[in-house]
C-alpha cells in the first residue's frame, strides 16, 4: 500500500516520510532506555558481528551496481544511494526495541485487512472510480493496485494458516478468508503457487510436531474457503463490477412485476395452486442458475490455466543475452528492458536482471544478503527436535517473508523501494536479533 501511495505523491517523498517516522522511532527506543548512549549502542550492534558475511553482501551488492553505472555512463547511479540507506534502516531497526515477531504478525495483519475491507466496499457498491481493474481481471484500488495487493495476503498466510491448522477458531478463519481472498482478487500466478507449497510444507511440519488431528479440521476449512474465494466469490465479484449480472437483475425483476401484475395471463394447470412467493423464487432460482452457468473466463482460477507466459520467457531470453555480452560487470540497473504491452518493462525474474544489469558481483551479494539471514534462522529452527514448535512458530513470520521474497525474484524485477524492501529488512534485523540471543 505504502509502495502504490508513492505514485501519488512522488517517489522522494515517499522516502522522506518513510524514513522521518523510521527516525522518529529509532530516537524514542534510545530515549527510553536507561542505559547510556555508548552501551546501548555497542550492546544492540553487537548483533552485527554474527553476520559479517551478510555485510558482506551488502558490501559486494552495492560496489556491482557502482561498477556497474561507471562502466555505462553512469545508467543506475543514484541506486547507490538507495541501497546505502537500506543499510542505514537496518542499522536503526537493531536500535529499536522491542522488535519482535509477534509484533510483524500484528503489523501484517493489519496491512491485510486496510488492504481488502477497502476493496471489497468499493466493489460492492461499484465505486470504479476507486478501483482498478485489469483486462485480465485482476482487481485492486487506488492505495492497492492489482500486482501489490497479493503481497497483502501471501506475507500473512504461513502464520495464518498455521494457526489454523492448530485450532480452526472464528477469528483464525476469518483471517485466513482475507488472505485467500485478496490473493484470489489480485489473481497472481506468484500468489497461489506460493499458497500451495506454503500449505504442503505446514502439512509435512504438522504431522511432524504430532498436532492432535493432524490438523485435519483445519486442512478442510481452509480447502472449502479456498475452493469458494477462487471459484465463487471472485469471478461472481469481478463480474458485479463489470456489470455482467445486471441483464439478469432486469429479468428477475420483470418477471416479479408481471407476477404481481393482475391483468398477467393465467398460470397453467400445473402452477395454479402456487402462491406468489413460490413463484418469486422459482424465478430468482432461475436467475441465480443463469448466473453460475455463465463463462467465467476472468476467473483466477482459469488465469492460472491459461495465463500468457509468452513475455515472462521473452525477457528472461533476452536477460540472458545480455548477461553473456556485458559479462562480469553488466549494462547498468535498470538498462534490460522487453515490450510489454506497448511499453517497455524490466526483466521480471530478478536472478537474471541482476546478471543482466549489476553483474557478477551485485549477484553474488544479493544472495548472501537474502540466504544468510534465511540459513541462519532455519538452522536456528532446527537446532534441537525439543525446541522445534516453539522456535518454528516464534521465526515463522520472518523466516516465511525472506522464502517469498526470495521466491518472488523467479518472477518479478528487482526493487530499489524500500516500501517493497521494508518488511524484508524487518524480517533480517529480527532474525539478527533473535537467532543469535537466543540459544
Known amino acids: 500500500m505504502l509502495g502504490t501511495v508513492k505514485v501519488y505523491i512522488g517517489g522522494n517523498l515517499n522516502w522522506l516520510i518513510l524514513l522521518l517516522l523510521l527516525g522518529v522511532a529509532t530516537v524514542t527506543s534510545l530515549a527510553s532506555s536507561q542505559n547510556s548512549l555508548k552501551e546501548l549502542l555497542r550492546t544492540r550492534l553487537s548483533v552485527l558481528k554474527h553476520y559479517k558475511w551478510m555485510l558482506g553482501g551488502w558490501v559486494l551488492f552495492i560496489t556491482g551496481i557502482f561498477i556497474a553505472a561507471l562502466m555505462n555512463d553512469g545508467t543506475g547511479l543514484y541506486t547507490v544511494v538507495k541501497y546505502l540507506l537500506f543499510v542505514f534502516v537496518i542499522l536503526s531497526l537493531l536500535l529499536i526495541s522491542p522488535l519482535t515477531p509477534a509484533l510483524l504478525e500484528k503489523a501484517l495483519n493489519v496491512s491485510l485487512i486496510v488492504s481488502l475491507v477497502p476493496l471489497l466496499v468499493f466493489a460492492v457498491l461499484r465505486q470504479t472510480d476507486y478501483m482498478l481493474v485489469l483486462g485480465d481481471g485482476r482487481m485492486g484500488w487506488l492505495a492497492s493496485w492489482p500486482g501489490v495487493i497479493w503481497k497483502a495476503g501471501a506475507y500473512a498466510w504461513p502464520f495464518i494458516a498455521w494457526r489454523c491448522l492448530k485450532k480452526t477458531s472464528w477469528r483464525n478463519l476469518l483471517l485466513a478468508f482475507c488472505a485467500i481472498l485478496v490473493m484470489a482478487l489480485d489473481g497472481s500466478r506468484t500468489s497461489m503457487l506460493w499458497m500451495a507449497l506454503v500449505w504442503c510444507a505446514l502439512a509435512v511440519i504438522a504431522l511432524f510436531a504430532k498436532i492432535p488431528g493432524k490438523g485435519i479440521k483445519g486442512h478442510i476449512a481452509l480447502l472449502v474457503i479456498t475452493l469458494f474465494s477462487f471459484t465463487v466469490l471472485q469471478p461472481t465479484l469481478l463480474g458485479w463490477v463489470w456489470g455482467k449480472y445486471d441483464p ?28 406468489t412467493a413460490e413463484i418469486i423464487m422459482d424465478n430468482l432460482g432461475d436467475t441465480v442458475k443463469k448466473a453460475l452457468s455463465a463463462p467465467k473466463e476472468d476467473a483466477t482460477a ?18 540472458w543475452h545480455k548477461a553473456v555480452a556485458t559479462f562480469p560487470w553488466g549494462g547498468g540497473f535498470g538498462s534490460t528492458r522487453v515490450a510489454d504491452n506497448d511499453v517497455t518493462s524490466v526483466i521480471h525474474m530478478t536472478y537474471v536482471q541482476l546478471l543482466a544489469d549489476e553483474g557478477v558481483l551485485s549477484f553474488t551479494g544479493y544472495l548472501l544478503i537474502i540466504l544468510i539471514p534465511l540459513f541462519a534462522g532455519l538452522k536456528f529452527v532446527f537446532a534441537g527436535r525439543e525446541t522445534f514448535i516453539e522456535r518454528f512458530e516464534l521465526m515463522l513470520a520472518p523466516l516465511s517473508v525472506l522464502a517469498l521474497f526470495a521466491m518472488m525474484g523467479c518472477f518479478h524485477p528487482l526493487s530499489n523501494e524500500l516500501t517493497e524492501w521494508g518488511v524484508v529488512l524487518v524480517a533480517i534485523t529480527l532474525v539478527m536479533t533473535h537467532v543469535t540471543h537466543r540459544k
Open 248 to 275: 439478469l437483475i432486469v429479468e428477475l425483476m420483470t418477471e416479479k412485476k408481471d407476477v404481481n401484475d393482475p391483468a398477467s395471463n393465467e398460470p397453467d394447470a400445473e402452477d395454479a395452486n402456487d402462491s
Open 302 to 319: 482459469d488465469r492460472l490455466i491459461k495465463g500468457d507466459n509468452a513475455t515472462r520467457l521473452e525477457m528472461i531470453q533476452t536477460g
